[in-house]
């Protein structure tokens, strides 16, 4: 559970925004979308690959 303390005359809008900081550090938006499909490992790691070789090409495309 996330605790965002609240000091005495902070603005609330400010408290929210922590909150929503931390909850997007913990990643348990992601994982929930990530579950709920099944995804088959051999699909997962083909993307991972396809995605690599993608990241590869623009970097060496930066430095050229």
């Known amino acids: 559970m996330i605790v965002v303390p609240v000091k005495e005359g902070e603005n ?23 579950r709920q499909a099944f995804i088959k490992p051999s699909v997962a790691r083909r993307k991972k690959m396809e995605k690599a070789i993608y990241v590869k090409q623009l970097q060496q495309a930066e430095e050229q």
Do not use: M, N, W
């Open 12 to 34: 609330i809008e400010k408290a929210l925004r922590r909150f929503k900081r931390k909850f997007e550090k913990t990643g348990a938006v992601r994982a929930l979308r990530a």
